[in-house]
C-alpha cells in the first residue's frame, strides 16, 4: 500500500527559530499534499492544502507567513514554523489522498514540535 | 464551527463491556470514514460508509451510517485494551481531496 513519510518525527527547538518538517510520499505521486495540526487529547484540524508546482491555499485562521508550505517536487511537501513559539508546539501531520475517487488519503506518522 | 461532533468525547471502560461512538452532522454527506489514532501516530483507516442505513462490520467493531446520511455510530463489542485510542469519524469535502475531521472520542480500555 501507499506509505507517506514525515521527518523527523520529533523536533525540539528554542523559542525564535524555525523549524521544517518534510512530508514524502514514498512509492507513489502526489500533487495535493494536506498538513494538519493536533494539539493534545484534540482531532486533526486541517492547516492547508500544498499544491505541487504551485502555492498552498491555507484555511481560515492559519497564517501562511508563519506556516510556509513548499511542494517542491511530486513526492516531497515541506512545512516550515518560522519564528516558532511555544504555542506552536503541537503534533503536525501531512497525508495525501488516493488517485481514484474514493480512495482515503494516506497518513505520515506525524512529528512532534515542541518549543521551548 | 466543527462540522462533525462526536459523542462521548471521553470514554473509560472494563475490558469485555460494550460501547458506541456517535458522530453527528446537520450536514449530508456522500461517504464517511472512521479512523482510529494510537498516540503518536497518524491516523489508520477504519472504514468508510458510503450508502444510507448501511452496516460494515470490521471483527468486533461494527459501523452504521445513518439513513439521512448525517450521522455514523461505532459499536464496540466486548472492548480489549488494544482498543484503546483516539476515534475519528471523517468526511470528505465534495469535489475536493479535503477530509475534514471530527472532534474525537478518546477511549480507554482497562483490563
Known amino acids: 500500500g501507499a506509505v507517506v513519510s514525515q521527518h523527523p518525527s520529533w523536533v525540539i527547538c528554542k523559542s525564535g527559530t524555525s523549524v521544517k518538517i518534510e512530508c514524502r510520499s514514498l512509492?507513489?505521486?502526489?500533487?495535493?499534499m494536506f498538513w494538519y495540526r493536533q494539539f493534545p487529547k484534540q482531532s486533526l484540524m486541517l492547516m492547508a492544502t500544498?499544491?505541487?508546482?504551485?502555492?498552498?491555499?491555507?484555511e481560515q485562521g492559519v497564517e501562511k507567513d508563519k506556516f510556509l508550505i513548499n511542494h517542491a517536487s511530486l513526492t516531497l511537501s515541506t512545512l516550515t514554523v518560522t519564528s516558532a513559539h511555544p504555542e506552536d508546539s503541537s503534533f503536525y501531520i501531512c497525508?495525501?489522498?488516493?488517485?481514484?475517487?474514493?480512495?482515503?488519503?494516506?497518513f505520515g506518522p506525524g512529528t512532534r514540535l515542541t518549543v521551548l | 464551527t466543527q462540522l462533525l461532533e462526536q459523542s462521548p468525547q471521553f470514554l473509560s471502560i472494563q475490558e469485555g463491556e460494550n460501547l458506541t461512538v456517535y458522530c453527528n452532522s446537520s450536514?449530508?454527506?456522500?461517504?464517511l470514514q472512521w479512523y482510529r489514532q494510537e498516540p503518536g501516530e497518524g491516523p489508520v483507516l477504519l472504514v468508510t460508509?458510503?450508502?444510507?442505513?448501511e452496516v460494515k462490520k470490521l471483527k468486533r467493531l461494527t459501523f452504521q451510517f445513518g439513513d439521512a446520511r448525517k450521522d455514523s455510530s461505532l459499536h464496540i463489542t466486548a472492548a480489549q485494551p488494544g482498543d484503546t485510542g483516539l476515534y475519528l469519524c471523517?468526511?470528505?469535502?465534495?469535489?475536493?481531496?479535503?477530509?475534514?475531521f471530527g472532534t474525537g472520542t478518546r477511549l480507554k480500555v482497562l483490563a
Open positions: 500544498s499544491n505541487e508546482g504551485s502555492k498552498a491555499t491555507y
Open positions: 497525508s495525501a489522498p488516493g488517485l481514484a475517487e474514493g480512495d482515503t488519503q494516506y
Open positions: 471523517a468526511f470528505r469535502l465534495s469535489g475536493t481531496y479535503k477530509y475534514i
Open positions: 450536514s449530508v454527506f456522500s461517504s
Open positions: 512509492d507513489f505521486q502526489a500533487t495535493t
Open positions: 460508509v458510503v450508502t444510507g442505513g
